[in-house]
């Protein structure tokens, strides 16, 4: 049975993976940007980025926390509810992508976003050792102004190893299940994409993010525009805390991301016209 420290360096290495492995190494030569391009065009057909509503969303994004971070990786105790929850949440916006095709949920992530004095961020909480003095904080910053995005989590059959064989088989498929194959390793993105423009939409320029330096170098690479404010710690494997200032995302991604980010930031504008019109029909 793996070990609790072994089931870490699994989650820091496949989470990195995600956009390490099949992401970065594409975007490496021009004609990445241009297979980006092409992704960005597909995955507003293959997935649906939402903000969870009600209660049934949020409980279904908790359940895969619960079977990722629980079940699969052992990070966290197993809950009787199967739902992996913590005092955070009841003050955060819930994102997660949803597969059009089958209705599952690709990946979850949230934005913890305080919304008084009284309430903090996650890594103000479990960070014992503060932040360097000559760094940006968020303890300098108005709580109501600042968030966090963590708890990103995706489901196995959203994951690399289950692409690479899906792959395979959609080499001898139809064209569309080749071009939705190729979507799934950005679901990762996807997630953070629609986490920061949760964020534009809300006026909330600061935003902290915990992640393992392999992951923010990627994240890096392709525009996302990280600082990184303390050292590493030990937070669910070695990570470090990072700043971003969420209004530069749009102009700081490179031209194949950027669509991408527009095409999901879109989408959850049309969300809420539609939302806006049933209601004024009610």
Do not use: W
């Amino acid at each position: 049975m793996a070990t609790k420290a072994t089931s870490k360096k699994k989650f820091e290495k496949g989470l990195s993976s995600l956009l390490a492995g099949p992401v970065v190494k594409k975007v490496m030569a021009n004609v990445a940007d241009k297979k980006v391009r092409e992704i960005s065009e597909h995955f507003p057909h293959i997935f649906t980025p939402k903000v969870a509503e009600t209660e049934e969303e949020r409980n279904n994004t908790f359940s895969i926390r619960h079977d990722v971070f629980s079940e699969e990786l052992g990070l966290e105790q197993r809950r009787e509810t199967l739902l992996e929850t913590d005092q955070f949440d009841r003050y955060s916006i819930h994102c997660f992508l949803q597969h059009r095709a089958t209705g599952k949920l690709a990946g979850t992530v949230r934005v913890v976003r305080p919304e008084n004095e009284n309430q903090q961020l996650p890594m103000q909480h479990y960070l014992e050792n503060g932040f360097n003095e000559e760094d940006i904080s968020p303890d300098d910053l108005r709580q109501d102004k600042i968030a966090e995005i963590s708890r990103l989590a995706v489901p196995r059959e959203f994951r690399r190893k289950h692409v690479k064989s899906e792959y395979k088989k959609a080499r001898r498929s139809t064209r569309s299940l080749k071009n939705e194959i190729q979507c799934y390793p950005y679901v990762a993105i996807g997630l953070y994409f629609t986490a920061m423009s949760v964020l534009l939409k809300n006026n909330i320029n600061h935003a902290f993010i915990m992640v393992e330096p392999r992951l923010a170098k990627s994240l890096r690479f392709i525009g996302f525009p990280l600082e990184q404010v303390d050292p590493e710690t030990d937070y669910f494997g070695r990570r470090a805390p990072f700043y971003v200032r969420v209004k530069t995302i749009p102009f700081k991604l490179s031209r194949g991301f950027n669509l991408l980010f527009e095409s999901i930031d879109q989408s959850l504008n049309h969300q809420q016209i539609v939302k806006e019109i049933k209601k004024r029909l009610r």
